[in-house]
């Protein structure tokens, strides 16, 4: 296309200026922000009814459609022994009414074209104007006249303990519902867990009694957002509601100030809030054979929404790892380690409790070091200022975030009812973006020291305890124990076990030594070499280890030719060398010898246990066990797990001191082969010892090689025994010499 002279020219005048004025632009530089701009919020009215219902109206005529809430406000209560009542109320209360069953209720809503959804605080609903009338209807009704029929609330409760059972298989699910009860504790509103056996406690007067004590025209607001006027939300108000006068609520106050309700017992409401407290602890949920963790930290916070310090609290949030991809933890454990697609954290103003968190799915082999980063995290939070690029950052991201909530006309209606609820200024939401914009990096810091607290926080994992056990040992300030271990439920791990019949701990063992080849050929290897190729660490090892009559033990470990560790037990007394030297085991470490320097431990239990039971059937990986529990008379205890079909051993639990530390060791072994006319492992995989994940490949057993007594000296010095001098019996009535 051909472009006409006088155009071309002026054309080419436009592109000379363009370029001059780029010129006086330094592009390397962002603009300075101006002033934050004010905030319209949009307007809304309040009003209320003779009998205490507050009602709030927002006007938006774009669209011929009404959005309505009926919430009721009370203070967080215990649900004691019938812990979730309170989410069924709200599923079982849009179940129907005096006048209508639930097919009714589903039948109008579905021919109003219309949305219902309620809750434990009241319900949600969104319909077209021109049906709102018969719509309201129906929300007063169930409101004022909730029927709670015997059969929904079956069906209820059948729904909620299928999402129980399923929980168990749901590791995300299982962070949330621990995580809260870890950091609230189980007393807690906030912190219960509902089970299957408080959901089979839940019945219909509990249902009931909380309508009539909680669902009250004084403690409840009727939100109408849409196509609707001031005039006619206050007519609709005044027709469906006006009019409500409960039933009266039995109530008996005890002494202590505590009420008691029909059904419900006793009720206990949130007090005071929880804060941080107690030494930093670990809470482990174990999900066997997981190849990664969720990890939480987290711990509770007074923090009130109309608190001055909330507005810096949450840029710090954001700051640390709320929501944009700069953030400092993203930055640590994804960009910089690679360990994570992504990990965040989670700040929650509450007029009640607050509570601050974060969250991360990491690699199991990195746990314990993703766990430590996040602290380091949080630690580099309190103790320096933040940059100013992440500072203009962390506002840039919340003032976007504040501005598109502004696109819907429901938030007017949010802040509304917000600001009553949490006792705001009028003006809180209006000048949101000028407080924002005045937050420094010192607001940040000190909000940082004030709600962030590392040493009390609860760590909590859901992942591989035979991989992670010790390790998360060392992340723990707290004692008895080091790591607490709950299942799904919150509640305290206890390995399940059957009881079983007909069989004894002797019928275990020697169904075992049958499979591995029987007594007969067992006694005929006097001595026995294994080498065995090792990882752990990162580094290759190789271990030999000799056994000799009547639990004699040699083992020698190298790393790339050189040998770092030697150990011996010459029947009596047992010795340990290394990098810092050569050293007597004595006491545990020697009873742990004496036990483990056999080849078939099981052979000389008689000798080095004081006691042996089974303790039951379990299962691993799907396979029927026999877990046999030996104390060792030294101290300390090991649990074998013997198949039930083959009767080959296949993992062992035991907690041993190495060095003055404690672990719990979980090996287990795999490829039995033949040696000798005996089986043996030849891949062992041991988990939670000093060297962490070790994996083992026996490379050759070595059988009857004729090892001498001398070979297994631990040329240890003689021991040095002081004569014994018994002490002179003083005479209480010989004077003592006198002074001079």
Wanted: net charge negative; no cysteine.
């Amino acid at each position: 296309m051909r472009i006409p002279a006088a155009p071309l020219a002026l054309l080419a005048g436009l592109l000379t200026q363009s370029v001059a004025m780029n010129a006086q632009i330094d592009r390397s530089r962002p603009p300075a922000p101006g002033p934050a701009p004010a905030v319209n919020v949009g307007a809304h009215e309040l009003f209320t009814l003779g009998n205490g219902l507050r009602v709030i109206v927002v006007e938006n005529h774009k669209l011929p459609k009404v959005e309505v809430q009926v919430r009721f406000d009370h203070a967080p209560l215990a649900q004691g022994s019938s812990i979730g009542y309170i989410d069924l109320f709200g599923e079982v209360l849009e179940a129907g009414t005096a006048t209508r069953d639930k097919a009714a209720i589903d039948e109008q809503v579905d021919r109003l074209g219309a949305y219902l959804t309620a809750n434990s605080e009241g319900l949600s609903a969104s319909v077209l104007k021109k049906h709102l009338g018969p719509m309201m209807d129906l929300i007063g009704e169930l409101i004022t006249a909730p029927a709670f029929p015997e059969a929904e609330l079956a069906k209820a409760r059948q729904r909620a303990l299928s999402q129980v059972e399923q929980r168990k298989d749901d590791p995300d699910a299982i962070a949330d519902a621990v995580g809260r009860a870890m950091t609230f504790g189980g007393g807690h509103p906030y912190g219960e867990v509902v089970t299957e056996a408080t959901l089979r406690q839940v019945n219909r007067e509990q249902l009931v009694t909380y309508h009539a004590k909680f669902f009250r025209p004084e403690a409840g607001y009727l939100v109408l957002v849409g196509d609707i006027t001031a005039k006619e939300a206050k007519d609709l108000a005044r027709d469906h509601f006006g009019k409500w006068k409960p039933a009266p609520r039995y109530v008996v106050v005890e002494e202590d100030g505590s009420e008691t309700l029909p059904g419900l017992g006793p009720v206990r409401f949130l007090k005071q809030a929880k804060t941080p407290s107690g030494p930093r602890r670990v809470v482990l949920v174990d999900r066997p054979g997981a190849a990664q963790s969720i990890i939480r930290v987290g711990f509770p916070l007074n923090l009130q929404p109309k608190d001055i310090r909330n507005m810096a609290a949450q840029v710090m949030n954001t700051i640390l790892g709320g929501g944009v991809f700069n953030a400092r933890l993203m930055q640590n454990l994804r960009e910089d380690k690679g360990w994570t697609y992504g990990t965040y954290s989670s700040l929650e103003a509450d007029r009640f409790n607050g509570h601050f968190h974060t969250t991360a799915k990491v690699r199991t082999a990195v746990t314990d070091s993703a766990i430590a980063e996040t602290i380091k995290e949080l630690e580099r939070m309190r103790q320096g200022r933040v940059s100013a690029d992440e500072l203009e950052l962390a506002k840039r991201y919340m003032a976007g975030s504040f501005a598109r909530s502004l696109e819907d006309p429901r938030t007017v209606a949010r802040f509304a009812l917000n600001t009553h609820l949490n006792e705001l200024p009028p003006d809180h939401y209006a000048t949101y973006l000028k407080r924002l914009e005045a937050v420094t990096a010192e607001d940040v810091q000190a909000a940082a020291e004030a709600f962030l607290h590392p040493d009390n926080a609860v760590i909590m994992v859901v992942g591989d305890k035979r991989k992670l056990l010790s390790k998360l040992e060392a992340l723990s300030w707290s004692e008895n124990p080091k790591v607490l271990e709950v299942d799904h439920n919150a509640e305290r791990a206890m390995e399940q076990f059957e009881r079983v019949q007909g069989i004894t701990e002797k019928d275990v063992i020697e169904k075992y030594l049958a499979a591995i080849g029987g007594r007969e050929a067992i006694g005929r290897i006097k001595d026995l070499r294994m080498d065995i190729a090792a990882q752990a660490m990162g580094n290759e090892l190789q271990i030999t280890q000799w056994y000799g009559l009547d639990g004699l033990f040699r083992s020698q470990y190298k790393s790339n030719g050189v040998t770092v560790q030697e150990e011996s037990y010459d029947g009596e007394r047992a010795m340990r060398s290394g990098p810092q030297g050569k050293r007597e085991l004595e006491d545990m470490e020697l009873g742990e010898m004496q036990f483990n320097g056999h080849a078939i431990p099981e052979l000389h239990y008689a000798r080095t246990a004081e006691r042996v039971m089974l303790a039951g059937r379990t299962r691993i990986d799907g396979r029927s066990m026999l877990k046999v529990v030996a104390q060792i008379a030294s101290g300390g205890s090991v649990g074998d797990y013997y198949d039930e079909i083959t009767g080959l051993k296949v993992r062992r639990v035991e907690y041993r001191q190495v060095d003055d530390q404690n672990y719990t060791i979980t090996t287990d072994y795999a490829d039995y082969q033949p040696t000798g006319g005996v089986q043996f492992p030849r891949t062992i995989t041991q988990y939670g010892g000093p060297m962490g994940e070790v994996t083992m490949q026996v490379t050759s057993i070595t059988v009857n090689q004729n090892l001498q007594p001398a070979f297994f000296a631990t040329n240890l010095p003689e021991r040095v025994v002081e004569p014994y001098v018994e002490p002179k019996e003083e005479n209480p009535l010989e004077e003592s010499p006198k002074e001079e």
